[in-house]
């Protein structure tokens, strides 16, 4: 799940010319765009795409814009090749966002990265730390993540394909939890982070990283709904920064630092569970 700060224009859907509206949708560190396209003969047509670092795209085959998406994991499946080989957009945010991370990490922590995507960022943060187990909904996003374990030779980094409703863990059980471009892909957030709450130790830390659409692209509302009742995106949250900050501090956590970055106002936030919270 989920760098990077993602790019974005106005929307556009009809006759007219061809031409790419972008919605960032990051994941991994890596931003997934959603754009409408516009035959000039015909009603526009919707797809998924990603956006190249120097602004070009390309477009899914025949085969794969009949394949629709019906889930979000169908939808990450689909596109996990492609998504495997794109370079992180902003590495200057990424690194950040990674130094920030590991020096809260001990070498005896156990940690959770909940939509680690293809295990990018896992696979960063492991000489840090004793374990971390990663998820994710897809299961080819899984088999990518298992092969770079193993080409890189890291044993301490443990793949399993859930979703963070049904990852199954004794509440307590690790040091930290990672949602690295995550929530805004959960229909419930604050069912999230309840149990990411529940599944850290006292003290234990939270990190996440949210696309907040609603702070400046709002005017991007209308598309979403569209995009995912024709299957050509994953659930996507329209929500603000300041609704996370809140629903975080709902869930019980204690805000140690936050900062947004990027056009889509991505919001970085390094929580805690105190200490005497059971």
Known sequence: MQGAGGSGQRPFLGRGEKRPDLIPVERDGIPVHIFTYAKPAGIGILYPVRVWPNGRSFHPTAAEDSDVAVTSADFWDRIAPKYSRQPIADPESYARKLAATQG???????????????????????????????????????????????????????????????????????????????????????????????????????????????????????????????????????????????EAASAGFEDLEHWTHGRANSLFLIARKPASAG
């Not at 000489?127 to 030779?153: C, E, F, L, N």
């Not at 003290?203 to 299957?231: E, H, K, N, Y």
Request: with cysteine; net charge negative; hydrophobic share 50%.
């Open 104 to 246: 809260l990490m001990q070498p005896d922590m156990a940690v959770l990265e909940l939509g680690c995507g293809t295990g990018s960022t896992a696979l960063e943060h492991a000489p840090h730390v004793a374990q971390i187990v990663a998820t994710d909904v897809s299961a080819a996003m899984i088999d990518i993540a298992r092969g770079k374990a193993a080409q890189a030779g890291i044993e301490n980094v443990s793949f399993q394909q859930a979703g963070v409703e049904d990852f199954e863990a004794p509440d307590g059980s690790f040091d930290m939890v990672l949602a690295l471009n995550l929530l805004h892909l959960l229909p419930d957030r604050a069912a999230a982070m309840s149990r990411i709450h529940r599944l850290l130790k006292p003290g234990g830390f939270f990190v996440s990283s949210t696309v907040c659409l609603a702070d400046r692209m709002w005017f991007l509302r209308p598309l979403i709904p569209v995009l995912q009742w024709v299957g050509k995106a994953p659930y996507v949250s329209f929500v603000g920064s300041g609704t996370v900050l809140q």
